[in-house]
């Protein structure tokens, strides 16, 4: 039973029976209960002074102990104890509102553990080239063929950038190992122009290089043809003294073209005529779906090249079609539809996933993209020495001290050590005229301005063209408005001097690698900083020097500063033009603004006719399938048609014999169909 015993407090029944003695008991129980405040207080005033400094604890013990019985005494005092401070009963009391929430950190993002712990490449900026000892003189590094040697020698490569030194070994080793190891896939992160192509291509081509039949093993994605066919091209030099075959398959050629150049049949088989497969995604998937034998069941590489723009939204499904298609032709093996030479060839086969690898300069963290690619146990290879510094964000702390941030992409945006960035403040009217004039002050001869779009860059054009009408400096339009085979002559004559300035908008911006190109002007401010990396990344590329100068109103300023802190970047050195450029080509700016006008106008015409066109044609479609719709003649109204077109034939006739009549030259309609006679001439009968 004592288990269920429940004491309680009997003060108050004490109180009752006592009487008088209550009162006194009270005193007593208030007594008691500040005292046991007044030791609670000392005890948590202990604590506090001997956390802010043991030493002024030690000096001033004397003190302590005097002041803590004053403020025994004052707390034995009831009425001071009790006392709430000054705050008025009828108004809330906003929690955290102390500014207490105003000091905590910003929760920071955790990257997986293979993105916040790199793999860092050695040697940021490149020497140049009769710097580099002997030693590592490309034939001096035994994990490079013969073959590819010659190839490099041939495209006048010497030796091997940091990024290729790091990475061709580890992909070269990471598959000699025998199955069923499989390599970890790798990113790599490295700036523009810093060799990347190379780095996946010559181990790509020294593991295929010993293969006895022609099948898809490597698969090189690009955003766009231009980079395709970079690539293609500089993959096919480097298998030029091997067996292997590339085929590049872009919306360049005609997708029959293609077919007949990636797949052969043969006694009702078909055969793969490519080892090496370059491509874009919307390419690919034209083939996965309409060229019969296109089989990637034998996949040993996919490369992924500007991984993050690949990786954007509109690209998605290309990934589904190209996995669904891998897993279809192992599904079929194990389905036995296709018969495999062994059952260690459907062992292999199955479940094989091939060795993804991505390169880009401005590697997306996003780890949900990234998830989306399915990445085997990834690591991840980048340029950067040191962690990006950042300072404590704690508001109202004097709180300076910088510190690595584990949460941070180490490699994601950086730029050549040999690039020079620079500024031009101008007006919004006049920045045309201070391009013409940046051009003419500095004597550059090989320059790419970016624009933020197409329309953008063909009225530049259009105005520099007048500008340097009189002048030696010739430019050209290198946009989305013109076709690729155009812009693959504009590119060529770039490169052939034929042409000194090309004016471009953000297609154009990623890996193209047009050789000394001087300076980069950014016409217009970026509206991202992976942009501007691009844009910039066209000059100061494969070890030499270049300059990127943006073109600022006061306006574009704040934004500008604020893109380039995303990128730990830092307004450059500032460059001048002239004050009186508006003076002194008054004239020309004139002329060439006028004739903007003028073309303007002219487009918005012709845009305006073309809309129209269309409207009429839709109309007429509309009326025609109205008309389809419409009940059959009946036997009267078939004679009745019949007579009406005598009618009119003999009326045509006698407009034949009399071809001067007004009415023969205006009315030439457009042919009309048979339906839209038949539902003219119910018509003509309703009426
Ligand atoms: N080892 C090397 N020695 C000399 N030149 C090289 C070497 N490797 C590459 N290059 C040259 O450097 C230039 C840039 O190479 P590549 O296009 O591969 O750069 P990238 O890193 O892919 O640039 P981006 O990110 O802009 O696409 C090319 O003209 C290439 O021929």
Excluded at 521 to 537: A, D, F, K, Q
Aim: aromatic share 6%.
């Amino acid at each position: 039973m004592e288990l269920f015993t429940v004491n309680r407090y009997t003060e108050d029944l004490k109180e009752q029976n006592d009487g008088v003695q209550g009162t006194n008991n009270e005193d007593e129980i208030l007594q008691k209960l500040l005292k046991k405040a007044a030791k609670r207080k000392r005890k948590h005033e202990n604590i506090e002074v001997v956390e802010t400094s043991i030493s002024e604890k030690e000096t001033s013990d004397v003190k302590e102990e005097e002041s803590k019985e004053e403020r025994v005494e004052q707390l034995e005092k009831p009425l001071e104890v009790v006392e709430e401070p000054d705050v008025p009963s009828n108004e809330f009391q906003v929690l955290g509102g102390d500014g207490s929430a105003a000091k905590k950190k910003k929760v920071e993002m955790q990257l997986p553990n293979w993105l916040a712990h790199p793999t860092i490449i050695e040697g940021g900026s490149l020497q140049p080239e009769d710097e580099i000892p002997a030693s590592e003189a490309i034939d001096q590094l035994d994990y490079l063929e013969k073959y590819t040697c010659e190839a490099l020698k041939q495209m006048k490569i010497k030796r091997l950038f940091p990024v290729q030194k790091q990475v061709i070994p580890w992909i070269l080793e990471a598959h000699a190992k025998p199955p069923p190891f499989r390599p970890r896939d790798i990113c790599v992160s490295a700036p523009t122009g810093s060799g990347k192509t190379l780095a996946f291509a010559i181990p790509i081509v020294q593991l295929l290089s010993q293969r006895v039949e022609c099948k898809v093993r490597a698969l090189i994605v690009l955003p766009v043809a231009e980079l395709a066919l970079q690539v293609y091209r500089v993959i096919s030099k480097l298998c030029s003294k091997t067996e292997l075959e590339v085929c590049l398959l872009s919306k360049q050629h005609k997708l029959e073209d293609e077919q007949e150049k990636v797949v052969e049949q043969y006694k009702g088989k078909y055969y793969s005529k490519a080892d090496i497969v370059v491509t874009t995604p919307g390419r690919l998937v034209e083939h996965l779906h309409a060229t019969k034998g296109f089989c990637l069941k034998s996949l040993k590489f996919l490369v992924i090249d500007e991984a993050d723009r690949i990786m954007d939204a509109v690209f998605q499904n290309w990934l589904y079609h190209l996995d669904s298609h891998v897993k279809e032709t192992t599904d079929q093996l194990l389905a036995g539809t296709q018969a495999p030479l062994c059952y260690a060839e459907l062992q292999s086969s199955f479940g094989k996933q091939p060795h993804k690898l991505l390169f880009s300069a401005t590697l997306s963290q996003d780890p949900e993209k990234l998830q989306n690619l399915r990445l085997f146990q990834p690591r991840l290879f980048t340029t950067v020495l040191t962690m990006p510094v950042l300072k404590d964000i704690t508001e109202g702390e004097a709180d300076t001290e910088a510190h690595t941030d584990p949460g941070q992409f180490v490699g994601r945006y950086t730029t050549p050590a040999e690039l020079t960035e620079q500024y031009c403040v101008t007006e919004l009217r006049l920045k045309p005229l201070t391009v013409f004039a940046l051009v003419e002050k500095y004597k550059w001869k090989r320059f790419l301005c970016f624009t933020n779009s197409s329309d953008q860059a063909s009225r530049l054009t259009f105005v520099l063209k007048v500008l340097f009408k009189k002048y030696s400096t010739i430019v050209s339009e290198l946009s989305g408005n013109l076709s690729a085979r155009v812009r693959k002559e504009k590119l060529k004559d770039f490169s052939a001097g034929k042409i000194n300035g090309l004016i471009c908008s953000d297609a154009l911006a990623r890996g193209i690698d047009v050789a000394d190109v001087d300076v980069v002007l950014s016409y217009e401010t970026p509206r991202h900083i992976t942009t501007y990396i691009h844009r910039v990344g066209r000059t100061a590329r494969a070890g030499r020097k270049g300059t990127a100068v943006t073109l600022l109103t006061e306006q574009d300023m704040a934004l500008f500063k604020k893109i380039l802190s995303d990128a730990d970047k830092e307004l450059g050195e500032e460059i001048h033009v002239s004050p009186d450029i508006e003076i002194q080509h008054a004239v020309d700016y004139k002329e060439a603004l006028d004739h903007l006008r003028r073309e303007n106008e002219k487009n918005k015409n012709k845009k305006a006719a073309e809309k129209n066109r269309v409207a009429t044609k839709a109309m007429l479609h509309k009326k025609q399938e109205e008309t389809a719709t419409v009940r059959p003649l009946t036997l009267m109204e078939k004679l009745q048609v019949k007579a009406n077109q005598i009618l009119l034939s003999s009326s045509k006739s006698s407009e034949r014999q009399n071809p001067k009549t007004k009415a023969n030259k205006a009315t030439k309609l457009p042919k009309e169909t048979k339906k839209q006679i038949i539902a003219k001439q119910r018509k003509t009968i309703e009426n």
